[in-house]
């Protein structure tokens, strides 16, 4: 048996732009759905939901199949969490609050086997395909996707050094937490956030990399792609969820 190929990673890198969706809802029945409605990646997110390991390979298993590649993003830049998603199947990792080089270095060594990194040996795991595919330990660095995200105002200090480890396939701006980083709390259509958002994403193309955000608006997510975003989601499940159904409850209310 093969390795699964990662088509995600081969898309960035081929500067082909990938449209995904932001999935919190912790359900592999959602994600299912989700991942039937034609985007190119869907995110499965542990920061920011109260999802755990178990949850997130029920929605790895439910994006089986589908256009739709999953990548996950782990609560923290930690070597335990992170080799937990990849041994349940992750290929793809978006490691949250990367502000510097070494922290940038760390995620891809958490990612890779030794001598390259840390990463340890687990023989019959979901990613081994329970030990079927054939030299998984050698061939998984190459379809593995590491993907950091530059939130602080330090990390886009950081962002060209970060850009130059080897391994980093893209470099996401969290725009929420930048925006609040730079002074602008909650605000994150403030001209100096925006112009440091539109700014990154150039920078980040200049070297070589893949740029990425979560816009939940038509017009910003057009923006970013306008300028050289290449991995844009351009809405939140649970979002569209609470919004759509006030409005429908709003309807037969009046």
């Known amino acids: 048996m093969d390795i699964p ?75 335990v969490l992170i080799k937990r ?11 949250p609050y ?12 958490y990612t890779r086997y030794p001598p390259e990194g840390v990463r340890g040996l687990g023989g019959t795991t979901r990613a081994t395909r329970f030990g079927r595919v054939k030299d998984y330990f050698r061939k998984a660095s190459d379809e593995i996707c590491v993907l950091v995200q530059i939130e602080t105002r330090l990390g886009l200090d950081n962002l060209e050094k970060i850009a130059s480890v080897e391994g980093i396939d893209g470099l996401f701006i969290g725009p929420a937490d930048l925006s609040a980083g730079l002074g602008h709390l909650g ?8 112009a440091a958002i539109d700014g990154a994403i150039r920078r980040i193309r200049a070297c070589g ?10 017009t910003l997510s057009r923006r970013a792609l306008d300028n050289g975003a290449l991995f844009v989601a351009v809405g939140s499940d649970l979002l569209m969820l609470a919004r759509e159904t006030e409005k429908l409850a709003a309807k037969f209310r009046s």
């Not at 990367?98 to 060594?109: D, G, L, P, W, Y």
Request: proline residues 7%; glycine residues 6%; aromatic residues 6%.
């Open 5 to 79: 190929v990662n088509t995600f990673k081969r898309a960035i890198k081929a500067g082909k732009p990938q449209i995904g969706l932001w999935c919190s809802t912790c359900s592999p029945y959602v994600t299912e759905a989700l991942a039937g409605s034609g985007f190119d990646w869907l995110l499965i997110d542990t920061e920011h939901s109260p999802s755990d390991l178990q949850e997130v390979m029920g929605q790895l298993q439910a994006c089986m199949g589908s256009p739709s590649h999953p990548i996950v993003r782990p609560a923290w830049n930690d070597m």
């Open 85 to 95: 998603y990849l041994d349940a199947g992750a290929q793809s990792l978006l490691i």
């Open 98 to 109: 990367v502000q510097t080089e070494e922290e940038a270095k760390n995620a891809v060594a």
């Open 187 to 194: 605000n994150q259509n403030h001209p100096q956030a925006q």
């Open 209 to 218: 990399k893949a740029p990425g955000i979560l816009w939940n608006d038509d």
